[in-house]
């Protein structure tokens, strides 16, 4: 069973920084893109930033400059740094894995079970 556990989420105030990390289960063959998406209450599912094992990343204009998505491949980790929080950064934030579980299979979509940031004063 393939999982993705999350961590470092929490309440921080306004400008403030916060590092999440999202470890995969070690029992796979391997891991294309790994990212983080957040959905805030009554909103969708929204990106936050990928990355691919190439090292390509993608960030939507409103965390450009503010969040940083890094990961360690040996250790099957994303992480990401996030600093000047604003309160519209408040969301619940998840972590995303496309992962081939064997050297045959294709790639599927696995995510973690989502980690509450919160930016308030």
């Known amino acids: 069973q393939v999982q993705l556990v999350e961590s470092g989420g929490g309440l921080v105030q306004p400008g403030g920084s916060l590092r999440l990390s999202c470890a995969a289960s070690?029992?796979?063959?391997?891991?294309?893109?790994m990212g983080w998406y957040r959905q805030a209450p009554g909103k969708q599912r929204e990106l936050v930033a990928t990355?691919?094992?190439?090292?390509?990343?993608n960030y939507p204009d409103s965390v450009k400059g503010r969040f940083t998505i890094s990961r360690d491949n040996a250790k099957n980790t994303v992480y990401l740094q996030m600093n000047s929080l604003k309160p519209e950064d408040t969301a619940v934030y998840y972590c995303?894995?496309?992962?081939?579980?064997?050297?045959?299979?294709?790639?599927?979509?696995?995510w973690g079970q989502g980690t509450q940031v919160t930016v308030s004063a």
């Open positions: 990355m691919t094992s190439g090292g390509n990343t």
């Open positions: 070690r029992n796979i063959f391997s891991i294309s893109t």
């Open positions: 995303y894995a496309a992962i081939r579980r064997t050297r045959w299979s294709g790639d599927d979509d696995y």
